[in-house]
Antibody, heavy 118, light 108 residues
Framework: QVQLQESGPGLAKPSETLSLTCTVSIGSVSSGSYYWTWIRQPPGKGLEWIGYMFSSGTTSYNPSLKSRVTISVDTSRNQISLKLSSVTAADTAVYFC??????????WGQGTLVTVSS | EIVMTQSPATLSVSPGERATLSCRASQSVSSNLAWYQQKPGQAPRLLIYGASTRDTGIPARFSGSGSGTEFTLTISSLQSEDFAVYYCQQYNNWLLVTFGGGTKVEIK
């Protein structure tokens, strides 16, 4: 039973915008009990929090990525999206869509690998 | 930014033995500390939150302790399915959650 499913191109060109979508099937993205998060993991490395979106529409982003990141929600499709602009090879990673509650991350998507290469 | 430091980077343990993993925060995070397990090719799984509360379905052989800046994850008797990478994460600062670099628990 898939609960969080990421989708999007597996390849992005340098300087372009990476766009991913997460389809949620474990409740409504409008629920005030949870918030929706993107976390990434470069190959062979650790986890990096990208940002949150709360049901109110409030967002919070990692300062190191803030100038390039947009997280949004499509309530009609129960989806969350991530856009990361001006990508470089350093943005090559597995991107996870994650449900958050109280600061912890209890449900994770399987992740999708995005490679930045010309 | 609160920096989370995990040690050791790699821990070699025989099945049935105890494994003790450490996580240190650069400043106090109270008990706002979670542990995750990640197996190759899989997403992380929440094990422990609030420094010591096991998530639903997590076996009792996993236990967490600590507060402030020093935390420990103990696996009392390693099973074959426990060989994985473990990450700690602080959420005391909601606006910038941070993860440790991970500890890989491998078969000795």
């Amino acid at each position: 039973q898939v609960q969080l499913q990421e989708s999007g191109p597996g390849l992005a060109k340098p300087s372009e915008t990476l766009s991913l979508t997460c389809t949620v099937s474990i409740g409504s993205v409008s629920s005030g009990s949870y918030y929706w998060t993107w976390i990434r993991q470069p190959p062979g490395k650790g986890l990096e929090w990208i940002g949150y979106m709360f049901s109110s529409g409030t967002t919070s982003y990692n300062p190191s990525l803030k100038s390039r990141v947009t997280i949004s929600v499509d309530t009609s499709r129960n989806q969350i999206s991530l856009k990361l602009s001006s990508v470089t090879a350093a943005d090559t990673a597995v991107y996870f869509c994650v449900r958050g509650a109280g600061g912890i991350f209890d449900y994770w998507g399987q992740g999708t690998l995005v490679t930045v290469s010309s | 930014e609160i920096v989370m430091t995990q040690s050791p980077a790699t821990l070699s343990v025989s099945p049935g033995e105890r494994a003790t993993l450490s996580c240190r925060a650069s400043q106090s995070v109270s008990s706002n500390l979670a542990w995750y397990q990640q197996k190759p090719g899989q997403a992380p799984r929440l094990l422990i939150y609030g420094a010591s509360t096991r998530d639903t379905g997590i076996p009792a052989r996993f236990s967490g302790s600590g507060s402030g800046t020093e935390f420990t994850l103990t696996i009392s008797s390693l099973q074959s399915e426990d060989f994985a990478v473990y990450y700690c994460q602080q959420y005391n600062n909601w606006l910038l959650v941070t993860f440790g670099g991970g500890t890989k628990v491998e078969i000795k």
